[in-house]
């Protein structure tokens, strides 16, 4: 056996600004977070905002402090099938939970959950 049949491939190395970006990016993300709770004009559309602030914050540290963005696809697929499919169930129930909330349920109402 010879010793050159395996290969180090050599590795992308972040700098240390880019963590810094990164950081100041998600400070901002929060601060935005923060700010959206006390503000009383964005009570209606409160959540969304919130949840969307939320995702751009996990895809910032998915990417870089899980160092997704390096990865080979297959990688990225298989982190990124099971978030897909629990994104499709938090989407139903949070339409599920809309609907419950504007439709009354319950004996009263001719609506029986069992």
Known sequence: ????????????????S????VGGFLV??????ITVAYVHALRPVMVPILVVLAIAKFALIAMFFMHLRY???????????????????FLSLMGL???LSHHP??????????
Do not use: C, R
Not at 1 to 12: G, L, P, R, V
Not at 18 to 21: D, E, K, N, T
Not at 77 to 86: C, D, E, G, H, S
């Open 105 to 114: 349920v319950g004996p009263g109402y001719g609506i029986h959950y069992f």
């Open 28 to 33: 901002v993300l929060t601060a935005m977070e």
């Open 1 to 16: 056996m010879s010793d050159d049949t395996y290969i180090e491939k050599e590795q992308a190395h972040i700098s240390n």
């Open 97 to 99: 939970f809309l609907y």
């Open 71 to 89: 990865e080979k696809w297959a990688v990225n697929t298989i982190f990124v099938f099971p978030l897909t499919i629990a994104l499709g169930v």
């Open 18 to 21: 880019v963590y810094l970006i």
